[in-house]
């Protein structure tokens, strides 16, 4: 099994950057997903992380620490839109299907 | 593509009913999954299929039953159901083990 933590909200001014973190700890581990979800929609996807190190995409970028059990999302020039819930989620390694386990979200507020 | 459809939208059953909840994707993705989502707690994985007429226990499969007997439907059957039922679902396929998962627009179940 495996725990997953973020926090649960985070405020942040619009133009600013927001650096969300989740940790995990995993019994085996094959990836690390980050959904963006806005209130009463589905879950979309941002990144997939499975080797250490930085991934860009545009004004979102992902980090990953195998070593530590750490990722964070980085979202740089805000928008009023970036308003949503962010899903960290880790896929194991020891099940056939690689089932993913999310953390319960972090909400970002992105004020004027 | 219409990607995940998912219906119905909304549904209030009463305890004891029984209903299915219908996923269906056309995007000839082998996996599928269902998850349920409730405040605080993330999303939490019911069942989920590696094709069709393979099917596997999630974390919380009690209450629930699954079939998928096209590798397109993937329908969600409640049995008898409870106040704890009570969540919004969410079904959702990826066309590999480790390839994003894509949602759909899920449905809101109350339970009286």
């Known amino acids: 099994g495996q725990n997953i933590d973020q926090p649960t909200e985070m405020t942040a001014t619009e133009g600013a950057i927001v650096q969300i973190n989740c940790t995990y700890q995993?019994?085996?581990?094959?990836?690390l997903f980050w959904y963006q979800q806005h209130a009463g929609e589905a879950p979309t996807f941002l990144s997939y992380?499975?080797?250490?190190g930085l991934e860009e995409k545009g004004r979102f970028s992902s980090f990953l620490s195998r070593s530590k059990g750490y990722s964070y999302l980085l979202l740089k020039e805000l928008q009023m839109k970036d308003s949503a819930s962010y899903l960290c989620?880790?896929?194991?390694?020891?099940?056939?299907?690689?089932?993913?386990?999310f953390g319960a979200g972090t909400q970002v507020v992105v004020t004027p | 593509n219409a990607g995940v459809t998912q219906t119905p939208k909304f549904q209030v059953l009463k305890t004891g009913q029984s209903m299915t909840l219908q996923c269906a994707q056309d995007m000839n993705h082998e996996y599928m999954s269902w998850y349920r989502q409730d405040p605080g707690m993330g999303l939490r994985l019911i069942h989920y299929s590696v094709g069709a007429g393979i099917t596997d226990q999630g974390e919380v499969p009690n209450g629930y039953n699954v079939s998928r007997s096209t590798t397109e439907d993937f329908p969600l059957r409640l049995l008898s159901a409870a106040p704890s039922q009570t969540s919004v679902y969410f079904c959702?396929?990826?066309?590999?083990?480790?390839?994003?998962?894509?949602f759909g627009p899920g449905t809101r179940l109350t339970v009286l």
């Open positions: 959702a396929s990826s066309r590999g083990r480790a390839d994003e998962q894509f």
């Open positions: 989620a880790v896929r194991e390694t020891t099940d056939s299907w690689g089932k993913l386990q």
């Open positions: 995993t019994s085996g581990f094959n990836g």
């Open positions: 992380n499975v080797l250490d």
